[in-house]
């Protein structure tokens, strides 16, 4: 399966509902309660039924027999995590997405809650395929089945913004088509202007992390994956970078079937994510490895960072191939920004120059200038997140890695992280520490991270560190990328 497109997941099987009513219109049967009092309702309900969901689970656990406690409760936290899946994704929008992040990022989240938000990159309520046919002749100027050779009606992806179908072009290529959902962004803007309805939403699925954190982010990452065009951009982007690439894929993008509401690019098949954790440790090593390497390349060497790490953004294949999907959230850096990554690096990792690692957090404004913080404070604080790179050898990224990442990205309580201050640069590389190494840590992946980087950084441009090094340092040298 396959597409270009964010957060993708399956779509339900037939039987399993919709959630949608193909007598309403395309707006209020996609988007149900799109109105912001209705959604704002719909979210103070999750949050009441949890809340009753829990009583209960403590009544009913004091009543039952000892050898059954535990059981019960998990009986109960699972029939509301299960509702509090399904009421979000048939609001879809911002409050799906947030949804999704929560599902791989707060290891404090219950485990049924977690497992039961897991669900939303496995599977989210589809739109009619009347619905779906009317936006793209509204914006391609022909329905689907003039347009092209075959177009399958019922979506191989439904997710957040926009579904997939799968079509053959007249001259005979198999695409992806992404569809937007009527009115999802008029939705997603309108949830993101909305503090008291996020304010309500955010302790629901993130009891352990600071709300206004997560507005923040929202706010500032999630609008810009709307316009499909932008989203066609990006993507052109790294297909030409990594054209020829023996395991990174970028599907190719078809502009001439691309507006701001459709997305038309190669189908690409593969495993997902969740099969390739029950993969062989080699196996995933590889997987890993090349989830890595695309990042750290990709802001070394091409300037861009695709910053959604979400598990439906990647289809697998064997030995590390790897389909890259979904470049709706991209950033470009400047050559001086690159370079202060760059300075970090070599101040830090390199030289252990903690004195200068400091100047350089100060001097682009990621850290406020208080004497009252020592250098040990500050570089205690900062090193962990350049852990994976600090020294040679093979190392496991476990769960407890990602946690305490996640942790430190989104503490408040420290002194330094009272003095940090993101700048615009910085915020969506903070992906990088809520996402990647989520991933890397679900995988268990293994390898020698500071050879891998080393290769990859310019000022280093290590020996390849591998099977997979080796075959990247011969694509690089023959097109000259290194």
């Known amino acids: 399966m396959s597409t270009g497109r964010d957060d993708e997941v399956r779509t339900p099987e037939p039987g399993t509902g919709t959630g949608t009513d193909p007598d309403r219109g395309p707006e209020q049967s996609v988007l149900r309660g799109r109105g912001q009092l209705r959604r704002g309702a719909g979210v103070a309900a999750m949050g ?15 009543l039952a027999p000892a050898e059954r406690r535990d059981e019960v409760a998990r009986a109960v936290d699972q029939r509301a995590a299960a509702h509090l899946a399904s009421s979000l994704g048939q609001m879809k929008g911002a409050l799906m997405k947030l949804g999704q992040l929560a599902s791989f990022l707060d290891e404090g989240l219950p485990e049924p809650y977690r497992l039961a938000l897991a669900q939303l990159q496995a599977a989210a309520p589809p739109m009619p395929a009347a619905v779906a046919a009317r936006v793209v002749e509204s914006e391609l100027g022909r329905s689907p089945a003039k347009l092209f050779a075959s177009w399958d009606p019922e979506p191989v992806a ?4 926009g579904q997939v179908h799968r079509a053959t072009r ?56 709307l316009d499909y065009r932008h989203e066609a951009t990006n993507q052109q982007a790294f297909v030409d970078h990594y054209q020829g690439h023996p395991f990174i894929h970028v599907p190719a993008v078809h502009h001439d079937l691309t507006t701001s509401r459709v997305l038309t690019t190669d189908f690409v098949t593969g ?14 090593d590889l997987a890993g490895e ?83 913080l020592t250098t040990d404070e500050v570089v205690a604080f900062f090193a962990h997140f350049h852990d994976l790179v600090m020294r040679p050898g093979r190392r496991t990224v476990g769960r407890d890695y990602a946690a305490e990442t996640v942790r430190r990205v989104l503490d408040t309580t420290s002194p330094v992280a009272r003095d940090v201050d993101l700048p615009p640069m910085f915020v969506i590389v903070q992906r990088i520490n809520l996402g990647l190494y989520a991933l890397l840590a679900r995988l268990e992946a293994t390898a020698d991270w500071r050879r891998i980087a080393e290769e990859l950084w ?25």
């Open 48 to 62: 009441t039924r949890i809340a009753v969901s829990r009583v209960a689970r403590r009544v009913r656990s004091r």
């Open 158 to 161: 439904a997710a957040s913004i």
């Open 170 to 225: 007249r001259d005979g290529r198999v695409v992806a088509v992404k569809v937007q959902y009527p009115g999802v962004a008029e939705a997603i803007r309108a949830d993101l202007a909305n503090t008291a309805l996020l304010g309500r939403m955010l302790p629901v699925v993130f009891p352990s992390l600071d709300p206004a954190v997560l507005v923040t982010e929202l706010r500032d990452r999630i609008g810009e994956e």
């Open 271 to 284: 495993a997902r994510f969740e099969e390739v954790v029950s993969w062989d440790r080699a196996q995933r």
């Open 290 to 372: 090349t989830l890595f390497r695309f990042v750290f390349r990709s802001i070394h060497r091409l300037g861009m960072f695709n910053g959604d790490p979400h598990p439906g953004n990647y289809l697998f294949g064997p030995d590390g191939q790897v389909t890259f999907l979904d470049f709706g959230l991209v950033k470009t850096f400047t050559p001086t920004e690159v370079r202060v990554f760059h300075d970090m690096i070599e101040t830090l990792v390199l030289r252990g120059d903690g004195d200068a690692y400091r100047r350089t957090l100060e001097g682009v404004g990621l850290l406020r200038r208080d004497p009252a």
């Open 458 to 482: 310019p000022m280093t441009d290590g020996p390849p560190a591998g099977e997979l090094g080796r075959a990247e340092r011969r694509w690089s040298d023959s097109r000259g990328q290194r």
